[in-house]
């Protein structure tokens, strides 16, 4: 059973930057899709970036190029750089896997707990 843990979201201003990090573990093969979703309060949820085993990167129109996707493979954690973050960022964000890179959440059957994050104006 593959386990995820995130870490690192808070509150910061708007044009500030934080990292998540999630941390993977009961798998003995590495999923072939990680990445990370987000959800607001009232919103679906909402792919923010994926990463699959052939180093292909996806990034939702409103992230690209603020967002970075990155991952350590020696300490089984998946990174999502932040910067110029934005008031409409703000929401939870979910570290994800599965064998398929995709924007349909129902196709990634792990998720972790979650990390706020919430981005004042």
């Known amino acids: 059973q593959v386990q995820l843990v995130e870490s690192g979201g808070g509150s910061v201003q708007a044009g500030g930057s934080l990292r998540l990090s999630c941390v993977a573990s009961g798998y003995t093969s590495r999923p072939i899709c990680m990445g990370w979703f987000r959800q607001a309060p009232g919103k679906e949820r909402e792919r923010v970036a994926t990463l699959s085993t052939y180093r292909i990167t996806r990034y939702a129109d409103s992230v690209n190029g603020r967002f970075t996707i990155s991952d350590d493979n020696a300490k089984n954690t998946l990174y999502l750089q932040m910067n110029t973050l934005k008031p409409e960022d703000t929401a939870m964000y979910y570290c994800?896997?599965?064998?398929?890179?995709?924007?349909?959440?129902?196709?990634?059957?792990?998720w972790g707990q979650g990390t706020q994050v919430t981005v004042s104006a």
């Open positions: 994800v896997a599965g064998q398929i890179c995709s924007s349909d959440p129902v196709l990634f059957p792990y």
